[in-house]
C-alpha cells in the first residue's frame, strides 16, 4: 500500500501536505491516513483472517431471496451453478450496498438523491500499467497552467473525461471515473449501458493520454473493475437514522457504535447509531454499508469505506450478540454492544452509553492465584 507514515498523520506541514495532496493522503492542509491498498493482496488477505476464523465462504453464489416468517428473516435463498440452495440463519446481516435483501424481505426504504450530487453516480473503475506517476504529478503540481489545458482538451474531445489517481504502485495508475449521472443503480439496462461506456471510456483514454501525457506514453489497459462502482442505490428505513440536523451538534448519541468524521472540519464529528442498522419493522436482519438509514445529505460520506467498516463491524457484534441472548437484534443490550466494541479497539465517546465505555476502560483484575 501507498500511504504516509504513521508519525505524519495529522500533520500541517507545508512541504508534507503538498507531496501527500497529490497522493489522495491530505485534506483541509492535514495529512491522513487514507492509503491506497493493492487490491489483490486485500482480497487475499481477507479471504485468509475469514478462513482462520473457520468462516464457511461460498464463492461464485447470488443471494437472491429472503425467506421471512411472521415478520422475521430465517435465511436466504442462492443461486448458483449448483441451482438453489438456502442457508438459514438467526441473523442476516445484509451487505450488499444495494440493500438488496431488505428491500426484497419488505422493509421500508427511500432512494430519493441531490440532483446536483455526484455523489449517486456509477461508473466501472480501471487500472492502466505501464506509466510513470512520479513524471505526471511532477507535471500536474509544477505545470498548472498547462495541465488545465490538458484536462479542458480532454473533455472536448472524449466528453467523458477524468483525471488518475496514484495507485500502491509509482508504475500504476488509478481511474475512479468519470462519474455517470442518471442511471440507476436498480435497472439492469442503466448498469449495462454504464458498463459499456465505461469500458469505452477506458480505451479513449489510453489513446488521449498515451498522446498527450507525461508519464503516460508507454501506458496500456490493465484492468476494468470486476464490478461495477455503484454509489447509491437505496437506504434502509431504520429505527434512527444518520441525519444532517445532527451535523452541527457532535452529541455522542445513546446507542453510539461509530463515529464518522463529517464532511468539512467546520463541523464536529458524527455518531453513528445502531438503530440506523435495525429496520423499523422487520426482525432477523441488520443493515451495513452504504444502504444504513440515513438522509441523502449524510449518504455522501457514510458511503464511504471506513464507514462501511465501522457499520460492517457493529453489525456483525451485533449479530453475534442476538444470537448468543436468543433475542431480535432490536432487542440486544446496547451497552453489552458497546463494551463488546469497545474490546475490539473501536472508538466511542464518553457520553454514548457512558456505563460501557467506564466499565470498558477500567483495568482488568486477575485471580490472584491464577496470576
Not at 314 to 338: C, H, K, N, S, T
Not at 343 to 356: I, K
Request: charged share 20%; hydrophobic share 45%; proline share 5%.
Amino acid at each position: 500500500m501507498a500511504g504516509p507514515k504513521r508519525e505524519d498523520w495529522g500533520s500541517g506541514d507545508a512541504a508534507k501536505v503538498a507531496h501527500w495532496s497529490q497522493r489522495t493522503a491530505a485534506y483541509h492542509g492535514t495529512v491522513t491516513w487514507s492509503p491506497t491498498i493493492d487490491p489483490e493482496r486485500l482480497k487475499l488477505l481477507s479471504q485468509e483472517i475469514v478462513l482462520e476464523r473457520k468462516v464457511k465462504l461460498i464463492y461464485h453464489s447470488w443471494a437472491a431471496i429472503p425467506i421471512v416468517q411472521d415478520g422475521a428473516v430465517k435465511g436466504i435463498v442462492f443461486e448458483s451453478k449448483e441451482g438453489r440452495m438456502a442457508i438459514m440463519a438467526d441473523v442476516v446481516v445484509d451487505a450488499t450496498g444495494d440493500g438488496d435483501l431488505f428491500a426484497r424481505a419488505g422493509a421500508a426504504f427511500v432512494n430519493d438523491i441531490e440532483e446536483a450530487d455526484v455523489h449517486h453516480c456509477m461508473n466501472t473503475s480501471w487500472l492502466f500499467g505501464g506509466v510513470d506517476m512520479n513524471r505526471w504529478i511532477e507535471f500536474k503540481a509544477g505545470q498548472p497552467e498547462q495541465f488545465t489545458e490538458f484536462m479542458a482538451r480532454g473533455r472536448e474531445q472524449l466528453g467523458l473525461f477524468e483525471r488518475p489517481f496514484v495507485s500502491w504502485r509509482n508504475d500504476i495508475a488509478l481511474f475512479m471515473g468519470p462519474r455517470q449521472s442518471g442511471y440507476s443503480a436498480l435497472d439492469v439496462d442503466d448498469l449495462t449501458e454504464v458498463e459499456v461506456r465505461s469500458h469505452r471510456a477506458m480505451a479513449a483514454h489510453l489513446d488521449y493520454f498515451r498522446a498527450h501525457a507525461p508519464g503516460f506514453k508507454d501506458a496500456f489497459l490493465m484492468l476494468s473493475a470486476p464490478q461495477i462502482g455503484v454509489r447509491h442505490a437505496r437506504r434502509l428505513s431504520g429505527v434512527s437514522s444518520v441525519l444532517r440536523s445532527q451535523w452541527p451538534l457532535g452529541v455522542p448519541l445513546a446507542d453510539e457504535v461509530g463515529v464518522t468524521p463529517a464532511v468539512s472540519p467546520k463541523f464536529p464529528n458524527i455518531s453513528i447509531p445502531y438503530g440506523a442498522l435495525v429496520p423499523q419493522q422487520l426482525d432477523g436482519l441488520l443493515a451495513c454499508g452504504r444502504h444504513i438509514s440515513c438522509d441523502r445529505n449524510s449518504h455522501g460520506f457514510m458511503r464511504e469505506i471506513p464507514q462501511c467498516w465501522t457499520t460492517g463491524q457493529a453489525a456483525g457484534v451485533a449479530a453475534a450478540l442476538a444470537v448468543e441472548g436468543r433475542v431480535a437484534p432490536r432487542a440486544i443490550d446496547i451497552g453489552a454492544l458497546q463494551s463488546a466494541l469497545l474490546s475490539q479497539g473501536v472508538y466511542l465517546r464518553p457520553g454514548a452509553g457512558t456505563d460501557a465505555l467506564a466499565k470498558a476502560q477500567q483495568p482488568e483484575t486477575k485471580d490472584a492465584t491464577a496470576a
